[in-house]
């Protein structure tokens, strides 16, 4: 049996029977890895934790901070997690770079429909545009999602050579302040938070978000082991329709969902939190594209060039498949996926 038909076959068993079993095998344990520590954007998947969702739909989840997309993949194909949050890219570039590999994740629900990637620089720099940023420094960790991804973003927006300069996520916004480097790649959310936090007034930021200067890359997603998917198809159903369940409470009072973030890290600052959480909302959740496609789909064109797009940016060993990374099968009817407040809809 081939995936395809594996898949449908999956998914016609969890409406046929697994759901029976699923509320019969009560709390089954799934281990589940977030790609980021417990920021606002957490609070998608910690309300649903916290309120009982996932324990009603007969799931007993643990959620852990993470490290970044690339450890989440490696992590849910090494067994030791079950599910997890990544970027569709880091996903594919695993399923490229490594053919042969026996358990290569399966996306099954978007959440970020576009990247966070953007380019910032401050405005003093001169830089108000993509093609400014020809012959300038660029600044990032090897590993940052934009820098990956910036020859996509060069060629949309005829930008010329660029020097990169590597260092540490701590120092990236420390550097661009300093004038070590004359742009950074990052995610919007996250680095314009950090460079108000080394004294930088958002209207002396220059943002360049990808997805408004022609790359439409999808952003993070929710992939499961194909364990899982194979063997309890309900299971992943289950979770992403309690998942549905929170992030449609979270869209609708942002605000009060950060409380749920705190209770897993005391520590936060709350405002700031509460920020990154609405900037990530507004952004990549709901934004315009998410808003045509809806909640938790993909467009199998855009995907498609999509994996063109890594193919070539990020070299990857083989050609990704599009079709071997994503499936739709597993997701909840439409009504739970109906998530979007009305007003913004």
């Given at each position: 049996m081939d995936k395809r038909s594996f898949l449908k076959h999956g998914a016609a068993l969890a409406a046929a029977c697994a759901l029976p079993d699923l509320a019969r095998a009560q709390n089954l344990p799934i281990k589940f890895q977030l790609d980021w520590r417990f920021e606002g954007p957490s609070a998608l998947f910690l309300l649903p934790a916290a309120k009982g969702y996932f324990r009603d739909a007969g799931l007993d989840v643990?959620?852990?901070?993470?490290?970044?997309?690339?450890?989440?993949?490696?992590?849910?194909?090494?067994?030791?997690?079950?599910?997890?949050?990544?970027?569709?890219?880091?996903?594919?570039?695993?399923?490229?770079n490594n053919p042969d590999a026996p358990n290569k994740p399966l996306a099954v629900m978007m959440v970020y429909n576009n990247t966070p990637a953007a380019v910032l620089a401050l405005k003093k720099s001169g830089i108000a545009r993509p093609a400014d940023l020809t012959g300038k420094r660029m600044g990032a960790p090897v590993f940052d999602a934009g820098r990956k991804a910036f020859p996509i973003f060069q060629k949309a927006n005829g930008v010329g050579q660029v020097t990169w300069v590597t260092m540490d996520p701590p120092l990236r916004e420390t550097m661009l302040v300093r004038g070590d480097v004359d742009a950074i790649t990052g995610f919007s959310f996250t680095s314009l938070l950090n460079l108000e936090a080394r004294g930088v007034k958002p209207d002396e930021v220059v943002i360049m978000p990808y997805a408004e200067h022609g790359v439409r890359l999808y952003g993070n997603a929710i992939i499961a082991s194909p364990k899982l998917v194979r063997e309890r198809p309900a299971a992943v159903t289950a979770f992403l329709t309690a998942l549905a369940r929170g992030v449609r409470e979270v869209l609708a009072q942002p605000d009060a969902a950060i409380e749920f973030v705190k209770q897993r890290d005391a520590i936060i600052n709350v405002e700031l939190e509460r920020r990154r959480l609405k900037l990530a909302l507004d952004s990549v959740v709901m934004s315009p594209d998410a808003l045509r496609e809806g909640f938790g789909q993909v467009v199998p064109g855009r995907l498609a060039l999509m994996a063109s797009q890594i193919s070539d940016a990020y070299g990857t060993r083989t050609?990704?498949?599009?079709?071997?990374?994503?499936?739709?099968?597993?997701?909840?009817?439409?009504?739970?996926?109906?998530?979007f407040p009305r007003a913004r809809g």
């Open positions: 643990t959620i852990d901070a993470g490290t970044g997309s690339a450890a989440a993949v490696q992590r849910v194909a090494s067994g030791t997690y079950d599910m997890g949050f990544a970027d569709m890219a880091a996903l594919m570039e695993f399923h490229a050609r990704v498949d599009p079709g071997a990374v994503w499936t739709s099968a597993l997701l909840p009817p439409a009504q739970a996926l109906d998530v």
